[in-house]
């Protein structure tokens, strides 16, 4: 073999040949460039020295600062000649058939050069200590040898103007990094730094379970322990003689958990590079560098392939890691989430740990264990420690579902939990649930069942944890935007232990006692453990149900107890004197607030003559309380009317307050109108009903008609009190009830015709005939017609009134102010048509019951009119037979309007209705039609003829005139000015319809 010397002197030659031949083509400052000022940090070439030791599979390694020189020593392994041509070379590395090796390029040592121009080698080789220097990069010159056999020392000189910022630089460099570069070497155990008196190290400790320790001892300072849980995958490379590896280093406290790094890393091969991860873990794996050894080169399927390697790494550690305990609310802050700033390759891991997560059960359980992400639920963290799983199981309706561990918001772990995207159990839903639970359950219901768990799972809870819930669907409530109301669920808990709606349950009075004789009585209170347990908690939950519509017990309250355990069905009832008792405080109540929806429909009233309590409904007022006269209708003797009278013992309390209670719940003290729907027995029902084509009925239907119960029964007593009230009963609401209306919407014109209740009093014989004294009693002007007239008119008969007594009424009405004329015609409702302005329209009806001279000129125009005879038979004309000829159209309008004033009394409102509805019997449709059209040519020339008249009042010729002509105009001939003046009016009254 060829002596070491002769060897190295020969490739020195080879080395200078190939430096010449660079200076001769100028390739200096290119080689220098591509091969010593890529490495922009400074520092760098300590990590390939450290390449260089672990190659060499040393133990440990020291470096030694010094003001000129940086000096490295390590036990490696001795030099051999390959070794030399390899730090030597450039780019003929003696490493690539070992895959396994750090250095994957012979231009790593160059990196050295960026300190020192002409480093030096003291190493052993062939058994022999020798040391050489290199110049121009990769001649090697012997030197004297300084250095024992024991380890191998680079030397690296350092220029005087560049020696101070180098040493801070390495210095620093190895106070950070120094430690965690030993993390991923295999046979490096310990690395030394001094500098001057300085003196520090770094110790690696290899633990069970793939825990690697690293301490680190600094002068001055306390030990620093830095733990990490390492995982490790081999990767195998065809053409590799040696298995690969891939990495994943994750950061341990003393208490074992795992914890994430604070800043994201960078990516190692062995020793850290200048590639971000965005990862707060650490990752190694043997990915293809750039020459510089400063990042992973891109679209590179062996990277890609590295980087699936490391994902699958990840995934398929988490079970084991589960296992061993480790996977806890801090781990989660170690796994990548979607806030992190992931680029590929590096998102591949986050897509494999969200895959692990969803597969099996990894996410930590609130309440002990760990769930897969499909079974787990998120929520506020009050709300899941009061639930608990059993809650969401029984509660919530979600028997496989438990509680993820809670983390804070907008954390790490938050957002990985988030990306898992497990269900959110928040206040919305506790809403829901709770209105579930509570509301109205229907048996047909999916959830009846959950309903019924829920229900169950409430009553076992103790006062505090009700309290607790309360508080929870409280702030849940307040922080909706909606309004959620729970007026429906039955969640207040009672004294009992029974639950109810917030609406029925009471708030027990606070410092005062309860009332004794209502507090029996089934009163719904509160349970007062739920206001007072707690020193804040029970003054929370009583605002919270006063919100949700619980009241403070009351007065109201009290009587609704005393009439639910007095006077409703199965009740046992009261004495009399606790009766009385009760009434003086209904009488109390409604004199205060004047409110009595709480007796309506109560039986509570005694009646004489029978025991128990009755209904409002089934009573009526007499004597001794008030004149009535109902005694003569409810004497048994109609059917139908069956009220009792009112028990006379109730004359010991206040009358005015008794009345008005009585009167406030409608019990009887008067005969009454009925207003009711058109029957089907009705004789005109046809006429009203049908007629509106295929119109819709809807909401806006106007289907009307009036009634007294038992009417013809009541008539045919031909009793003069009963008469009398009814009378009554019709004045007292007005000539409306004489009508039935019907129209299936607000679209059509209403159909008309008599009601039931004018029916039934037009073909009675319910009027007597009275005096003149009596006749005047019930006449409210004394111009009103004598009895004679009076009595024709009520009795419906032909008797007509002298011309005596109708003179005298001539000169009472004449003597009237045209003022209170006006007035009273224009008061007039009972004489006006509905297609007409109530102002200016007069029932053709009232005018013939005025004896003007316009109707009794248009009499001739109905062809079926009958002049009034002695024998009784109805007639519409009562006054036709007077003596209008001396009578100016001045005196007709008065009398018109001093009859039209007699609606203010019953008497004159009666009258005129029956006079009414006997013009309706006698003419037929087509003739009402008729008299509309009379009326309407009748009254503009009416007009127009009075105004003339003002001005010439005595003119005999000129009234005679008017007649004939209003007779003229009542048989359609209507001259041509009038019709003129009608289509005036009548586009005057569409345009007011519009």
Not at 301 to 321: F, K, Y
Request: proline share 6%; net charge positive; glycine share 6%.
């Amino acid at each position: 073999m060829e002596s070491f010397e002769s060897w190295l002197d020969a490739l020195r030659k080879k080395r200078e040949r190939w430096v010449a031949a660079s200076h001769e083509n100028d390739f200096d400052r290119g080689i220098w460039n591509a091969t010593v000022e890529k490495y922009a940090d400074p520092a760098h070439f300590i990590f390939e020295l450290l390449q260089n030791a672990e190659d060499a599979d040393a133990t440990w390694a020291r470096f030694e600062l010094m003001p000129d020189a940086v000096i490295f020593d390590h036990d490696g392994r001795p030099f051999e000649r390959r070794d030399i041509e390899g730090i030597t070379g450039i780019g003929n590395t003696t490493k690539l058939e070992e895959a396994n090796k750090i250095g994957c390029f012979g231009i790593g040592f160059k990196s050295v050069y960026v300190v020192a121009e002409r480093p030096q080698v003291h190493c052993t080789i062939e058994e022999r200590s020798i040391a050489f220097a290199i110049r121009d990069l990769v001649v090697p010159e012997l030197i004297a040898a300084a250095h024992g056999p024991a380890s191998t020392r680079f030397v690296l000189p350092l220029p005087a103007e560049s020696a101070a910022a180098t040493v801070a630089k390495v210095r620093s460099t190895l106070d950070q990094a120094g430690a965690r570069s030993l993390l991923y070497l295999q046979h490096l155990r310990r690395l030394e730094w001094t500098d001057g008196s300085m003196q520090a190290y770094c110790m690696v400790e290899n633990g069970g379970e793939s825990i690697r320790t690293l301490r680190t001892t600094a002068d001055g300072k306390p030990e620093q322990i830095d733990r990490f849980l390492l995982l490790s995958r081999p990767v195998r490379r065809d053409g590799a003689k040696s298995d690969l590896s891939v990495k994943i280093a994750m950061r341990l406290n003393l208490g074992g958990e795992i914890m994430p790094e604070p800043t994201p890393t960078r990516v190692s091969v062995f020793f850290e590079t200048e590639e971000q991860t965005g990862l707060h873990m650490h990752v190694h794996g043997p990915f293809q560098l750039t020459d510089n050894r400063a990042n992973i080169k891109r679209d590179n399927e062996w990277n890609e392939h590295i980087a699936d390697e490391l994902a699958a790494l990840l995934a398929e550690s988490l079970p084991g890691l589960r296992d061993r305990g480790m996977i806890k609310r801090s781990f989660l802050e170690v796994l990548p989430n979607g806030s992190d700033d992931l680029s590929e390759p590096w998102d591949r891991l986050r897509s494999g740990a969200i895959a692990a997560f969803r597969e099996h059960p990894l996410v930590p359980a609130h309440f002990d264990g760990h769930v897969r992400a499909g079974d787990a639920a998120r929520g506020p963290a009050d709300i899941r420690d009061f639930l608990r799983d059993e809650g969401l199981a029984a509660f919530a309706g979600l028997p496989d579902r438990r509680w993820a561990t809670g983390v804070l918001r907008n954390s790490r772990a938050d957002a990985f939990l988030s990306s898992l995207e497990i269900a959110e159990w928040g206040g919305a839903e506790l809403l829901a649930a709770f209105q579930r639970a509570f509301g109205p359950i229907y048996s047909y219901s999916s959830d009846a069942e959950v309903a019924r768990k829920a229900c169950a799972w409430f009553d076992a809870l103790d006062d505090e944890a009700v309290q607790r819930l309360y508080l929870l669907v409280d702030a849940a409530i307040r922080t909706q935007k909606r309004s959620i109301s729970l007026a429906h669920s039955a969640f207040v808990r009672l004294e009992d232990g029974r639950r109810t709606r917030p609406g029925d349950a009471l708030l027990p009075p606070i410092g005062a006692p309860l009332d004794e004789e209502a507090a029996a009585h089934g009163l719904v209170l509160v349970r007062s453990a739920l206001l007072r347990v707690g020193r804040g908690r029970g003054k929370d939950v009583e605002q919270f149900l006063r919100r949700v519509g619980v009241k403070e017990i009351g007065e109201r309250d009290y009587l609704r107890a005393i009439i639910g355990a007095n006077y409703v069905a199965g009740a046992t009832p009261p004495t009399v004197e606790r009766h009385m008792q009760h009434m003086r405080r209904f009488l109390r109540w409604h004199a205060e607030h004047g409110d009595v929806r709480m007796l309506e429909g109560i039986a509570f009233l005694r009646v004489e003559g029978a025991e128990g309590y009755h209904a409002a409904s089934a009573v009526y007022l007499d004597q001794p309380f008030v004149t009535s006269g109902l005694g003569l209708i409810y004497d048994g003797k109609v059917k139908g009317r069956d009220r009792r009278p009112l028990w006379g013992g109730y004359g010991r309390l206040k009358r005015e307050p008794l009345l008005a209670l009585l009167k406030a719940l409608r019990v009887e003290d008067k005969l009454f109108v009925h207003r009711t729907m058109i029957p089907y027995t009705h004789p005109h029902r046809h006429e009203l009903i049908y007629g509106f084509g295929s119109a819709r009925e809807t909401s806006t239907c106007e289907n009307i008609d009036y009634t007294i119960p038992q009417l013809p029964a009541l008539l045919a007593r031909s009793s003069p009190e009963i008469s009398k009230q009814i009378w009554r009963a019709v004045a007292a609401v007005g000539s409306h009830v004489m009508r039935a209306s019907y129209a299936p919407n607000q679209t059509h014109e209403p159909h008309r015709a008599l009601s039931t209740l004018a029916l039934g009093l037009r073909g009675a014989a319910w009027l007597r005939r009275m005096d003149r004294c009596a006749s005047r009693a019930l006449s409210p002007h004394p111009s009103w017609p004598p009895a004679s007239q009076q009595r024709a008119m009520r009795s419906g008969c032909t008797r007509s009134a002298s011309p005596r007594s109708t003179v005298a009424a001539r000169k009472n009405i004449t003597h009237d102010s045209a003022r209170h004329r006006r007035s009273a015609f224009q008061r007039s409702s009972l004489t006006s048509w509905r297609r007409f302005p109530r102002k200016r329209s007069k029932n053709l009806a009232t005018r013939c019951c005025d004896g003007s001279q316009a109707a009794r000129s248009a009499r001739p125009n109905f062809p079926n009119a009958r002049r009034p005879t002695r024998s009784g038979a109805p007639s519409v004309w009562p006054n036709v037979r007077a003596p209008l000829r001396r009578r100016t159209m001045k005196s007709v309008n008065v009398a018109s309007a001093q009859a039209t004033r007699m609606r203010g009394s019953w008497g004159g409102l009666i009258l005129s209705t029956i006079i009414r509805t006997t013009a309706a019997r006698w003419s037929a449709k087509p003739a009402i039609r008729r008299c509309r059209s009379i009326f309407r040519t009748a009254r503009p020339i009416l007009r127009r003829r009075s105004c003339w008249l003002r001005r010439q009042p005595n003119s005999p010729k000129t009234t005679s005139r008017s007649v004939r002509h209003v007779a003229r105009s009542g048989g359609m001939r209507v001259p041509r000015p009038t019709r003129k003046w009608l289509l005036l009016c009548d586009r005057q009254k569409r345009r007011r319809s519009r």
